[in-house]
């Protein structure tokens, strides 16, 4: 699907969609680099997803190492390391956290304080869970409960097959660490826990269905309720902290992006180590065109912030134009951004246009929120 954005697939290749893109690669045409943060499963992720783009041969590994850059400058670009950023994110959690804190039912007043940007998927969350308290009370009961049947399935661990090589046991360890963290000995709970309960959940919906499916299903679903409010609140409740926090996050990658869109606009080739002769080439419908490429894989806060800069940042004078009317909609609504979320900024240029024309060159952006499960 990521092949057939892409131009070509002429003559030949009209009946297959995708290896336009393919074809266009293998004839150096298509200018090509992958960036990762230096998160581990980030790296992998890049690096299986470049093996399948190009539909490569051989090992992650390989892949890894001679097509994914992991140096100090995509470090820069792709983790958080900047202290101001984490002692505004830690004001924020302290914030929110203590909102959620609270024994009160909600009320309009509770959903104008914790969502003031009027998100309709976060609002539907709260009203969805009622009492924060009682939600988590909840939770952590549907949590014991599940540590009572995996006790008993303990002794039968050897006739019980997990995913990816997963012992019963290590299962066990996994929630009996979760719920031992969640809830405190003077019955506060600690609502960071709270994406990793819903993580995990998550995993086992996936993966272990056949292991105590109903107990985990009604885990799921009460912590997505949870997790919905949680997660993107933690990167700013409101929209000046949203913008505050995306800036400093992805000030860098931002940079980056602007950097690549100045080099096609300008068609430089500082970088660029083969590229096709249009003079010289044999076999080629259309030898001068060439396509610059750069893909970015990064952690969840580079996502959830980019995404807030999406909303908030003022990057168009008119987001439909450049996200369409659909995509606007999908990034203000949509509850969660799961793994291979996507944000691709696409530059067209229109050769019929003058040089000087402000029409020549049109970005649009489009938007994925990833692998759904709900």
Request: charge should be negative; proline fraction near 4%; include cysteine.
């Amino acid at each position: 699907a990521f092949r057939c954005m892409y131009p070509g697939g002429e003559g030949e290749y009209a009946s297959l969609p995708g290896s336009g893109f393919l074809r266009l690669h293998s004839t150096y045409r298509h200018d090509l680099k992958v960036y990762a943060s230096d998160e581990g499963r980030v790296q992998m992720t890049a690096a299986a997803f470049t093996k399948g783009l190009l539909e490569l041969e051989g090992n992650l590994a390989s892949v890894l190492v001679h097509l994914v850059k992991r140096d100090a400058v995509a470090t820069a670009m792709l983790d958080v390391s900047c202290a101001n950023v984490e002692e505004v994110l830690a004001e924020v959690k302290e914030r929110l956290h203590t909102i959620l804190k609270s024994s009160e039912d909600v009320t309009d007043d509770t959903i104008a304080k914790l969502v003031p940007t009027g998100i309709s998927s976060q609002e539907k969350a709260i009203r969805l869970v009622k009492n924060f308290k009682g939600a988590c009370s909840t939770l952590w009961g549907k949590i014991t409960l599940l540590m009572t049947s995996l006790r008993q399935m303990l002794p039968l661990k050897r006739d019980v097959v997990l995913y990816h090589e997963e012992t019963l046991m290590m299962m066990y360890n996994r929630w009996d660490k979760l719920e031992k963290d969640f809830r405190s000995h003077d019955g506060e709970f600690d609502i960071s826990k709270i994406p990793d309960i819903y993580d995990s959940a998550k995993y086992d919906l996936l993966h272990n269905r056949h292991v105590c499916l109903s107990i985990v299903a009604a885990i799921y679903t009460c912590a997505m309720h949870l997790a919905d409010i949680v997660v993107p609140q933690e990167y700013g409740i409101t929209a000046e902290e949203k913008l505050k926090i995306a800036t400093q996050v992805c000030r860098p990658l931002l940079k980056k992006i602007c950097s690549d869109l100045h080099h096609t606009l300008n068609d430089e080739v500082s970088d660029i180590i083969h590229r096709l002769d249009p003079m010289s080439s044999e076999g080629v419908i259309s030898p001068e065109r060439h396509v610059r490429t750069r893909l970015y894989f990064t952690s969840e806060s580079h996502v959830h912030t980019m995404v807030n800069i999406l909303k908030y940042g003022g990057l168009f004078e008119d987001p439909e134009e450049a996200m369409g009317k659909e995509g606007v909609l999908k990034i203000s609504s949509t509850p969660e951004l799961n793994y291979m979320t996507q944000i691709v900024f696409l530059l067209y240029e229109d050769t019929q246009e003058p040089p000087d024309s402000p029409h020549r060159y049109t970005v649009s952006v489009r938007f994925s929120p990833g692998a759904k499960y709900r």
